[in-house]
């Protein structure tokens, strides 16, 4: 590619550039479009995880609280272990 090419080879030299700078740029585009595939799968990813992670939390306010009604655990006992957790 370059002066050297069209200096000796006129416009096929120019055709064979422009060839060679198409072929790059679809190269580009196809590697930009596995990037935005790779993008979107993680952003598919976290959202599954956050989904997940809420729900988690659900189940696991509920199970404290159920301990909680049924009395194998006292609130203060929660209160200290959530307080400890936070320090951390």
């Not at 590619?1 to 064979?16: C, E, F, H, K, P």
């Amino acid at each position: 590619m370059g002066w050297g090419r069209m200096m000796l080879l006129g416009n096929i030299g120019q055709q064979l550039d422009i060839g060679d700078l198409e072929t790059e740029v679809g190269l580009m585009n196809s590697r930009l479009a596995q990037k935005g595939q790779v993008d979107r799968q993680q952003d598919e990813d976290i959202d599954q995880l956050k989904r997940e992670n809420h729900e988690l939390k659900l189940y696991l306010a509920t199970m404290v609280r159920l301990l909680v009604s049924k009395g194998v655990l006292r609130q203060e006992e929660v209160n200290a272990t959530v307080s400890a957790i936070e320090k951390t």
